[in-house]
Structure formats: structure tokens, C-alpha cells
């Protein structure tokens, strides 16, 4: 019976170098979304803020590689409600609605200061980032519709997206 070599099973593996260009080529796979530009808006007596999501993938189930859409934080609001009602993710807490700063007769401007604005745009960004990071939400067709259609079908069929 031949004896085996217990140092040959423990050898380490070569290592391949690394060339530039493997270093500086883009990624096997990738998502990117940013939340960004944040506009005020006046409808009749009523302001709203929204904001630019701007997404950039390589990911097959996206139809769209690079998209940009406006949201308000209602639209979150809708995203995550569809989440938790018609998928198995778990969905992680949007920034607050900051019902204090809404309170009539304050001395700032409350929902509407660059401060809030820029805080409640930095959650939104980790919110939107950590649902279509997330394997079983990138197939469900609200994240898709969210980040990738102008304007919100909010009668849409809920489901997942066939990737063909």
C-alpha cells in the first residue's frame, strides 16, 4: 500500500497574478443605485420632495442596464408595502416619516430643510440598495417597475419576472 503524502494535500494552490486589466475591468456582475437630486415641488397648496434613482447593472434580469426615474418617499413606502405583502424578503425599515417636523406653526421649514432632505436621501439610498442587493427581490416585478418605469403601475399583477 503506497504511502500518501500529507504535505502534497496541504500545498498551496498557485497563484495567478493579477494583470491591470483584470483589475480595472468592470465587474463580473454589478448593481449600482443611487438616490439622488432632490427636487421641491408646489402643487397647488400641497409640496412634495422627490428624487432622481438612477440604477446601472449588468445583471441579466434587468431589461434595462441603465434607468432613471423620479420617486417620492410615498413610492418607497409602496415598494416596501408590496415587498412584505407578495415576497419571502425580508424588507429593512425605510428612514422615518418625521411626523414632528410636519407639525404646523414650526420655525423652520421641517420636512422641506436641505438637512432632512439630504439625511431622509442618504436612508432612502441604503433602503432601495439593500432590497435589490437581496437574490429573491431582484425578480420580483415591483423592484423592477420601481426602478425602471416613469411613472408606478400601482394596479399591477404582483409577481416575478421571467428571465429569458
Not at 55 to 68: A, D, I, Y
Not at 87 to 96: A, C, F, I, Q, R
Not at 135 to 150: K, S, V
Amino acid at each position: 500500500m503506497a504511502e500518501e503524502n500529507p504535505v502534497a494535500d496541504t500545498r498551496r494552490l498557485a497563484a495567478k497574478k493579477q494583470t491591470l486589466d483584470d483589475a480595472y475591468a468592470a465587474p463580473a456582475n454589478f448593481l449600482e443605485i443611487d438616490v439622488l437630486n432632490p427636487e421641491t415641488h408646489l402643487m397647488g397648496k400641497k409640496r412634495y420632495t422627490d428624487y432622481e434613482v438612477r440604477m446601472r447593472t449588468n445583471l441579466p434580469v434587468f431589461k434595462m442596464k441603465e434607468s432613471s426615474v423620479r420617486r417620492r418617499y410615498s413610492d418607497f413606502e409602496w415598494l416596501r408595502d408590496e415587498l412584505e405583502r407578495n415576497s419571502k424578503v425580508v424588507v429593512p425599515p425605510l428612514p422615518g416619516k418625521a411626523w414632528k417636523r410636519q407639525l404646523p406653526f414650526r420655525g423652520d421649514d421641517g420636512i422641506f430643510e436641505d438637512e432632512f432632505i439630504e439625511e431622509r436621501r442618504q436612508g432612502l439610498e441604503a433602503f432601495i440598495n439593500k432590497i435589490a442587493g437581496h437574490p429573491l427581490a431582484q425578480n420580483e416585478r415591483c423592484l423592477h417597475m420601481f426602478l425602471q418605469e416613469p411613472t408606478l403601475d400601482k394596479s399591477y399583477v404582483p409577481g416575478q419576472i421571467r428571465n429569458t
